[in-house]
């Protein structure tokens, strides 16, 4: 923690708009760039940054040291919910879409209750009768749709409320969350090998598609279908919860 956030944290007084920018104006960039690769070419990074600024201040406006967060964590939670909520804002993932989600997450469930196994792409793509190159357009297509699929696994936004809210003063809902929690790791440890590895470079080493694709020796667009697919099972699994 630099020396102005301590004093920012003992004093809890609002830092300098002019100052948040410049220590966190790459943090926002970061995080901007890092979910534009999963967007549609429409999505402006010009935008994303607006929005995250946006959140970096009212991050400033209402963090609070009590709660044990680093503000680089909070304020990270904030940027990008401010830019989940522009881009849903913008409305631009077609109904078709959200249908294709619901569909593959779907067909995953009852593969996987019938076999006891993995779904593999075959045998979903045949659940859903369709070919193997459609049903991998379809988890290409999705995978945008559900954004911040693992933040909404947990609390059906962008993770914030339940990182900082009312759960926290809340004994039932913290208890709920810590159940889903451990449900949501223990069904990532059962995950296919390279869906695991994907998500980990994904969401934890925070590499873009292109990055993964050089780490596997594969395309980005297989990639992006392996993390798509990775989403959906999860989901699927976690369907009760």
């Not at 569909?103 to 070919?131: Q, W, Y």
């Amino acid at each position: 923690m630099t020396a102005g956030l301590a004093m920012y944290a003992k004093s809890a007084a609002r830092p300098q708009a002019h100052e948040l920018v410049e220590q966190y104006g790459p943090l926002v960039r970061r995080i901007a760039h890092h979910l534009l690769a999963r967007l549609p070419a429409s999505v402006n990074v010009e935008d994303l940054i607006q929005s995250g600024m946006i959140g970096l201040l009212e991050a400033a406006a209402n963090y609070d040291a009590g709660r044990g967060a680093s503000f680089e964590t909070f304020a990270g939670i904030r940027i990008r919910g401010a830019m989940i909520d522009e881009v849903r804002r913008g409305d631009w993932s077609p109904r078709s879409v959200h249908r294709n989600a619901r569909r593959v997450a779907e067909g995953i469930r009852k593969v996987e209750l019938r076999s006891g196994g993995d779904a593999g792409d075959a045998a979903v793509a045949r659940e859903l009768g369709v070919g193997i190159e459609e049903y991998h357009a379809m988890l290409q297509d999705t995978l945008g749709s559900r954004l911040f699929s693992l933040d909404e696994l947990m609390d059906g936004e962008h993770g914030e409320q339940a990182a900082f809210g009312s759960a926290a003063h809340n004994p039932a809902e913290l208890a709920a969350r810590e159940g889903r929690e451990r449900a949501l790791a223990a069904e990532i440890a059962r995950l296919p090998e390279r869906e695991r590895l994907v998500l980990a470079l994904y969401y934890d080493d925070e590499l873009n598609l292109k990055e993964i694709g050089l780490v596997l020796e594969v395309s980005e667009s297989r990639v992006s279908q392996i993390l798509s697919q990775a989403t959906k099972r999860l989901r699927a699994r976690l369907q009760d919860w």
